[in-house]
């Protein structure tokens, strides 16, 4: 299918529910964005109203195109429907959605394909359901089609789809006699026709239940139906919910009373902190955080925190005594599970402590087994990888054994300017380490358009996020100099193939998460999601007290987002709105965790949380 060219399609407009004046529904097939009178218009808006378009031959309908009128519009589609059929009598649902108010035109994805199978058209149906303005007629400005009209494609599905509604028809009969208790009619046309009425668990439920009243086994049945996944697909057309649980720590039994015996050390956990890292080992339910900074300087602690017992501990009060990293925050860590190690690299310097003999780019790996740090290199960029760098992204394949680092600003000499919104910083590129072999790979320089591939815009604040199953990178979000990004694209490990999803160009509102805002991001790859916690904003100018969090999940195979939760008023179970946080995610168990971050109280610039919780969603 990867070789079929969709193409622009030819029909006419054979019905219509009404129009008024000189709107007549022929309209449409012209674009004329800047002729007011270019349009279709219904002369009412009571339902139901419709345009019916007639196909020049059937053919597979792939996307259907709005144009507009150049200014905005009371009259424009807010939400309407779209359906599809071999005739005008029999159709079926292919779109419902809605325009936004300007004048930019929109594309829409038609559903085209029934198990898997594509399926042709020759009818399309359009059904207004509601205008921006309120109590306006409906007004469809220009309508283009585009799909695969190809006899040679379009005829074998054709005899596909014929097949398929005979065999749901006699679904349908089968269906009937057996709920009158036709059996043999029904065991008749099954033996005929060997189409079955169901999944097989189906067939056995209905028997346990209406035959033998056996609630026992059928209780089983739908427990052995929930483990082989039949229910995946409804449970996730669900609704979410959402919980917020301050984490309660158990301490640690570490000090001798005067009777010998262990008592609690009641300050085991971690200190207040923002800029940290923090990791999660999901086999071993074990959570690792590392450095920070405390609002009066940065940290060199190591922790690891137990999930099962609730438990803190203190690996390291100072790692850079026992060979590893000297205290630093806005480095950025990741782990590889499967080798039990955990990688390190980046951090921010102030600009009075920056010297040719620290601008260089350390970068460890610590053996969680061993308890040992190992200090790669000095200096990455001695070995062609990224220069000394903060606020990056880094993952870790532990399939491929590739560390990929994006992003992040590099750091110069001592400068007085606004690191993160300074008029010319240099950004790093995209690039790959391959841990075996201690080799980094420049994949993508800042903007680089020389090999005349899609440009890639570095930046710093943004979400990286690996899916070792599809082999994708997804990229979001971040700041570049003063601009707050909300493009969405994704890297291919293996192609070196860049897709954007989402350009940023086009204003969502309040269908994708907001730009400019630190966000925190996990991804499930089981599940195919990816889960975004947004809240206070780094710009002073946005910070009120109105600003609370949200959470949003972006459904990966059907590219959608989903805001599932946003805090209107702060309830008491929930983390208060922050930046320079850390969020971590347990796919197996389905938990997130969040410790820390900077609440931006203006009159307590060095304030830091140690605030620690989990969120089930």
């Not at 969090?549 to 939760?565: A, Q």
Request: net charge neutral; charged share 25%; with cysteine.
């Amino acid at each position: 299918m990867a070789t079929l060219r969709r193409e622009k399609l030819v029909y006419s407009v054979s019905k219509w529910s009404s129009f008024s004046a000189s709107y007549v529904p022929e309209n449409i097939l012209t674009d004329k964005a800047g002729d007011h009178s270019s349009r279709w218009s219904s002369d009412s808006n009571s339902p139901p109203q419709f345009l019916m378009l007639k196909l020049a031959r059937p053919a597979v309908v792939e996307t259907i195109s709005f144009g507009k009128y150049e200014k905005t519009h009371v009259c424009n589609l807010k939400k309407f429907k779209v359906f599809g059929g071999l005739t005008e009598d029999h159709m079926i649902e292919l779109l419902e959605s809605g325009l936004k108010n300007d004048h930019v035109p929109e594309a829409f994805m038609l559903k085209h394909t029934l198990d898997e199978n594509m399926f042709p058209c020759r009818y399309i149906k359009i059904m207004p359901i509601l205008s921006w303005g309120p109590n306006f007629n409906f007004s469809i400005w220009y309508v283009e089609l585009q799909g695969i009209d190809e006899q040679a494609v379009v005829q074998p599905c054709m005899n596909w789809y014929n097949t398929y509604r005979e065999r749901q028809a006699i679904r349908l009969c089968l269906k009937h006699f057996r709920q009158h208790n036709y059996n043999e009619a029904f065991e008749s046309l099954q033996k005929k026709t060997k189409i079955a009425l169901e999944h097989p668990i189906l067939t056995e439920l209905h028997t346990l239940l209406v035959h033998k009243g056996n609630f026992d086994a059928c209780e089983k049945v739908i427990e052995r139906a929930a483990n082989e996944g039949l229910f995946n697909n409804y449970i996730s057309e669900q609704d979410y919910s959402f919980k917020w649980s301050p984490t309660v720590t158990t301490p640690s039994l570490t000090k001798l009373d005067q009777h010998g015996s262990f008592t609690p050390e009641l300050d085991n956990k971690p200190g207040m902190r923002g800029g940290h890292q923090m990791v999660i080992d999901t086999y071993t339910e074990m959570i690792y955080l590392f450095g920070g900074w405390d609002g009066m300087q940065d940290l060199a602690d190591l922790w690891s925190f137990h999930v099962p017992s609730g438990e803190w501990t203190c690996i390291s009060s100072n790692t850079e005594a026992e060979g590893g990293p000297t205290a630093r925050s806005c480095h950025k860590m990741c782990l590889d599970s499967d080798r039990r190690r955990i990688l390190l690299l980046g951090r921010y310097l102030e600009s009075t402590m920056r010297v040719n003999t620290n601008l260089k780019a350390d970068f460890y790996m610590y053996d969680i087994s061993s308890n040992k740090w190992t200090l790669i290199t000095d200096d990455t960029a001695s070995l062609g990888g990224p220069r000394l760098i903060f606020d990056h992204q880094m993952v870790v394949d532990s399939e491929k054994q590739m560390l990929y680092v994006f992003g992040g600003r590099v750091l110069t000499g001592a400068s007085t300017m606004d690191e993160r919104s300074s008029a010319e910083p240099y950004f790093s590129g995209l690039y790959s380490y391959h841990i075996p072999t201690s080799s980094w790979t420049l994949l993508r320089a800042d903007c680089d358009a020389t090999s005349g591939s899609k440009v890639v815009r570095s930046r710093i604040g943004h979400s990286m996020l690996l899916h070792p199953g599809r082999r994708l990178l997804y990229i979001f979000a971040g700041q570049r100099m003063k601009e707050y990004l909300n493009d969405f694209f994704t890297y291919h490990l293996d192609t070196d193939h860049l897709e954007i999803i989402s350009d940023g160009s086009r204003k969502e509102g309040a269908y994708v998460p907001a730009a400019g805002f630190t966000q925190r991001a996990t991804i499930d790859p089981d599940s195919d999601e990816i889960h975004v916690l947004s809240g206070l904003s780094k710009d002073k100018e946005k910070r009120g007290s109105d600003v609370r969090n949200s959470f949003w999940v972006y459904d990966i195979p059907h590219c959608k987002w989903s805001c599932i939760y946003k805090s209107d008023k702060q309830q008491v179970q929930e983390p208060c709105a922050r930046y320079a946080h850390q969020l971590v995610y347990d796919h197996v168990h389905k938990v997130h965790y969040l410790f820390g971050g900077n609440p931006g109280k203006p009159g307590l610039p060095k304030m830091r949380l140690d605030d620690f919780w989990t969120l089930k969603v």
